[in-house]
């Protein structure tokens, strides 16, 4: 989308429809704007008198004789809480109306709000506005916006809004590259074709890359994670990729959960609903959205992105519950649930990482639990973290995104549940609080390591409460936020 900014009132002749955000109870305001011609003024102050256009909903008036060709208020609802999101979220819901009548040159309007910013408005566009078209034979027909025109009332913020527009139009980019590898198939995305793609993204960002196979990590002792592919034919990888800033003095490492479809393994999942196991790599997704964001940008910031990529099925050769096997660590593990495998291929990138890159801070991304839709639904994604500083500075970042992240507690009483029968540790604890002891398990691989876990299980697919984000196909959740929290924390 190109993105543009004006303060005169001359309509660009490819303009076909003039978009202005109205407040409940403030339409009026709206109307008034001087962008609008006089003829369509009084027409909508009547419509308006008549109580038709509401302020909380979506109001389209065509106007083919006039310069911008049609009219589209974008009620916002009642002026107060999160305005930025209800900005986003009323241009989520514009997006299918401007699809319906075709519309793809926009002047958008916001010389009498000056609360809202266009970043808003072109992220929420741009991840409405994404498809997943990959594997149909029919090219989509659907047009998209791919001209914003706005209108502000000084030229003095122009140089900032169009740098903070840019911006989110690169994150959002780049989070939509992330629901294009969340949404592949498992048989079209493989950890070699998972390898292959992050190869690609090294070549394109000019960043190094490493990639591990079954026999490297033999090698290196990666007992966990080889546990979980050793039912697969499809090989593991283990991928790290690196962007280096000369300017920059600290190092941040983020790990993402690739697994590229999870049956659970021996502890074979039920068949309902296992179709949405390929979205089990969206952690991996992630934070390569956000590998892919932060290079584009430059961020002064060196990161290391890992992803350690296996599939998790059942053949002759696939572990059994209460094997037990020896961790890149060195720590044994007793494997009594073969599905809770995310925790074990995290674990070895993780001491791994620790190890050869020595970062200052680790995050790591994964659909780790169910339990984490239990605890908080589609709607927010969990956080984990015994640095308090660390957990601040992430949910900032996710609100900031509208990527919310809500803290679950980490201490040694819950750690104790993840003591093994007959080895050091066991891969599950209790019943409850699964959420809480996978990030238990994982505490064990940081080593002295700054450190947060996110649990994005409810949120990297059927996300809700973004009407900008389509419920059935992967929202590229983290992406966008650890982009933004490492731009934030960037020299
Ligand atoms: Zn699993």
Request: with cysteine; hydrophobic share 40%.
């Amino acid at each position: 989308m190109d993105i543009h900014f004006i303060t005169n009132c001359e309509i660009e002749p490819e303009v076909d429809c003039l978009v202005i955000p109205a407040w409940e109870n403030e339409v009026h305001v709206a109307i008034n704007s001087s962008l609008i011609a006089l003829e369509d003024q009084t027409s909508l102050n009547l419509i308006n008198d008549r109580g038709t256009i509401s302020g909380k909903d979506l109001f389209y008036l065509p106007t083919p004789m006039s310069a911008y060709r049609g009219i589209l208020i974008l009620g916002l609802g009642k002026k107060e809480g999160d305005m930025s999101h209800k900005f986003r979220n009323a241009a989520g819901k514009a997006v299918g109306l401007l699809q319906k009548y075709k519309k793809h040159h926009l002047l958008l309007e916001l010389e009498h709000a000056p609360e809202l910013q266009t970043r808003h408005f072109v992220a929420a566009v741009n991840l409405a506005q994404y498809e997943h078209t990959a594997f149909k034979t029919k090219a989509s027909e659907t047009i998209k916006v791919d001209n914003l025109c706005v209108h502000l009332c000084t030229s003095k913020e122009i140089t900032i809004e169009q740098i903070k527009a840019n911006r989110a139009q690169t994150f959002t980019e780049c989070a939509n590259y992330a629901r294009d590898l969340g949404n592949a198939p498992g048989n079209a995305l493989t950890p070699k074709i998972l390898a292959e793609k992050a190869r690609e993204l090294a070549k394109e960002t000019e960043s190094e890359i490493e990639v591990l196979g079954e026999t490297d990590m033999e090698k290196l002792g990666m007992g966990a994670l080889l546990s979980v592919s050793q039912g697969s034919s499809e090989e593991a990888q283990l991928i790290t990729l690196k962007h280096t800033h000369p300017s920059a003095s600290k190092t941040v490492a983020i790990v993402g959960k690739g697994l590229t479809f999870d049956a659970g393994g021996t502890s074979l999942k039920p068949s309902k609903g296992m179709q949405d196991m390929k979205f089990d790599m969206c952690g991996a997704a992630a934070v390569l959205g956000a590998f892919k964001a932060i290079c584009e940008c430059n961020a002064a910031i060196n990161v290391v992105c890992v992803v350690p990529s296996s599939e998790n099925l059942i053949n002759g050769d696939a572990t059994k519950p209460g094997d037990i096997v020896t961790s890149y660590s060195g720590k044994t593990i007793e494997i009594y649930n073969t599905d809770a495998e995310g925790r074990l291929i995290l674990c070895d990138a993780m001491a791994y990482t620790v190890e050869k890159h020595k970062p200052d801070v680790m995050v790591d991304v994964a659909t780790l639990t169910g339990a984490a839709i239990v605890a908080l639904g589609h709607e927010m994604a969990a956080v984990i973290s015994e640095d308090e500083e660390l957990q601040g500075e992430l949910i900032e970042a996710g609100k900031q995104v509208h990527e919310r992240l809500w803290p679950l507690p980490i201490n040694d009483d819950y750690k104790s549940l993840l003591k093994g029968k007959d080895a050091d540790l066991c891969n599950i604890g209790p019943p409850y609080a699964g959420t809480v002891t996978a990030a238990c398990f994982l505490s064990n691989f940081t080593g002295d390591t700054r450190w947060a876990h996110l649990d994005i299980a409810g949120t990297a697919w059927g996300m809700k409460g973004c009407s900008y984000i389509n419920e059935n196909l992967a929202s590229g959740f983290g992406a966008r936020l650890l982009a933004k929290w490492l731009m934030n924390i960037s020299e």
